[in-house]
T-cell receptor
Framework: QKEVEQNSGPLSVPEGAIASLNCTYSDRGSQSFFWYRQYSGKSPELIMSIYSNGDKEDGRFTAQLNKASQYVSLLIRDSQPSDSATYLC???????????FGKGTMLLVSP | GAVVSQHPSRVICKSGTSVKIECRSLDFQATTMFWYRQFPKQSLMLMAT?????????EQGVEKDKFLINHASLTLSTLTVTSAHPEDSSFYIC??????????????FGNGTRLTVT
């Protein structure tokens, strides 16, 4: 099993809908989880970070973490065409000082 | 917020030449900087971890003699791709952590350097 798994997509949603992006991981000792957004040809930018089980909301974004099931998700409400990008799930594994990234899920929001 | 500046943003060079990429933390001191490489439609792959004043730690499969990393100060790290070949063409991205932040603080990324070797 890969350390961080994401569906590559593309995930297509209409404008105004909720986009749900999922990520599973293999290392149960993983401590910190991050969602990055990456536009084509650009470097990643941090969207959300989450460290404990449950939901964390920031504007239109909600991160959800379930350590028992080893998954983390990102919900984007009222999706906009400008949200179209690749979303990278990243985590800090136990005993590591660097982040491990998933391959990302491409999101396409159609007007 | 924390800003990481990377230069150049784009470079085209001939095979066999060397290319230097700079990564600067503009408003914070970065004890650790990371260098990533990303091929088209692939994820970020960590190449090396650079600590100020010490030798870089390279990931398995990354040639340290080909990818020279210098982290001379708390705000500057450089990556030099020596004797570049077409297969080195990629998107190189640096990132840094703020020494004042906790160990699990998120990374701040530079804007990346698109390297094309002809």
């Amino acid at each position: 099993q890969k350390e961080v798994e994401q569906n590559s997509g593309p995930l297509s949603v209409p404008e105004g809908a909720i986009a749900s992006l999922n990520c599973t991981y293999s290392d149960r000792g993983s401590q910190s989880f991050f969602w990055y957004r990456q536009y084509s040809g650009k470097s990643p930018e941090l969207i959300m970070s989450i460290y404990s089980n449950g939901d964390k909301e920031d504007g239109r974004f909600t991160a959800q973490l379930n350590k028992a099931s080893q998954y983390v998700s990102l919900l984007i409400r009222d999706s906009q065409p400008s949200d179209s990008a690749t979303y990278l799930c990243a985590l800090l594994r136990s005993g590591y000082s660097t982040l491990t990234f998933g391959k990302g899920t491409m999101l396409l929001v159609s007007p | 917020g924390a800003v990481v500046s990377q230069h150049p943003s784009r470079v085209i060079c001939k095979s066999g030449t060397s290319v230097k990429i700079e990564c600067r933390s503009l408003d914070f001191q970065a004890t650790t900087m990371f260098w990533y490489r990303q091929f088209p439609k692939q994820s970020l792959m960590l190449m090396a971890t650079s600590n100020e004043g010490s030798k870089a730690t390279y990931e398995q499969g990354v040639e340290k003699d080909k990818f020279l990393i210098n982290h001379a100060s708390l705000t500057l790290s450089t990556l030099t791709v020596t004797s570049a070949h077409p297969e080195d063409s990629s998107f190189y991205i640096c990132s840094a952590t703020d020494r004042l932040s906790s160990y699990n603080s998120p990374l701040h990324f530079g804007n990346g350097t698109r390297l094309t070797v002809t």
